[in-house]
């Protein structure tokens, strides 16, 4: 399963254990779909917002043991009862995409993780849970790991979410750093810019590593598997650092030597 469009989704390839993948895949959709209603299209906002409150009726209906109305949330149920989930986790992940719908600025970067909690961590203790490992350790891991892709994710698409009317760069750092707005819609990368990205990127970096030994903890092709997007991770926050943060000429992506690398290095590090 390609991750390309719902970048923070941290799993999904072949290598996933085959008892988990039908519920990845039912996982995946569900938040992909809800992503898009937030996202993608010209729906007025109050459209949006009737689509995400009708996706919370079917969970609602899913853990009041009725058969939801469509063959999506049929299949989530599925996944739900197959594997005795939670249904929190995707009442967050709605509770962040209606925040997409009507909040575009965060003040600080405790506002930005709040949303983090929600619009990441949900997916990373969602596939802990499929692998059957829920000790509050390795959620933490998990969280600092999901955290840590949405902050870099964020970093990638300054630009692209400036089109869609957003900034999730912290107002406080904009401000501490004498970055202002009108930089970001003309695509200026001086000034303090290349400070202010590197103080983004150590923050994201550091939530990174504070995760990374979650990746040892899991064994199998779920270790491997979150080996790699940790790795990945790291490759972007290097070429991102390397760029001075300059996100307007280029967005930093991973080619076919960066996964030749991460490949290497996820395999060695059992």
Request: glycine share 8%; charged share 30%.
């Amino acid at each position: 399963m390609s991750v390309g469009h719902y970048e923070n989704f941290p799993v999904g390839s072949i290598l996933l254990p085959r008892r988990m993948r039908r519920a990845v895949h039912a996982i995946y959709h569900f938040a992909r779909y809800a992503d898009d209603v937030a996202d993608e299209g010209d729906d007025a906002p109050e459209l949006r917002l009737a689509e995400l409150d009708r996706l919370g009726a079917e969970l609602e209906r899913i853990g009041a043991g009725h058969t939801p109305d469509t063959a999506m949330m049929r299949n989530l149920a599925a996944a739900i009862a197959e594997h005795g989930l939670d249904l929190q986790p995707f009442h967050d992940l709605l509770a962040a995409f209606r925040q997409d719908v009507e909040k575009t600025r965060y003040r600080d970067y405790a506002e930005l993780a709040d949303y983090c909690r929600r619009s990441a961590n949900p997916v990373g203790r969602l596939m802990l849970a499929l692998y059957g490992e829920n000790d509050r350790r390795s959620q933490a891991m998990s969280d600092g790991i999901c955290t840590a892709l949405q902050l870099i994710n964020f970093l990638q698409d300054v630009e692209l979410d400036w089109r869609k009317g957003r900034v999730y760069l912290p107002q406080e750092d904009l401000q501490r750093f004498r970055v202002t707005e009108a930089q970001i819609a003309a695509r200026d990368a001086g000034g303090l810019w290349q400070p202010m990205m590197r103080a983004q990127i150590e923050r994201a970096r550091k939530m990174l590593q504070a995760g990374a030994p979650l990746g040892k903890v899991l064994k199998g092709r779920m270790g491997l598997e979150l080996r790699l997007i940790i790795l990945g991770g790291e490759r972007i926050l290097k070429k991102l650092h390397d760029s001075g943060g300059d996100v307007f000429r280029s967005r930093p992506v991973l080619n076919w030597r960066d996964w030749l690398y991460m490949l290497w290095r996820a395999a060695r590090a059992k």
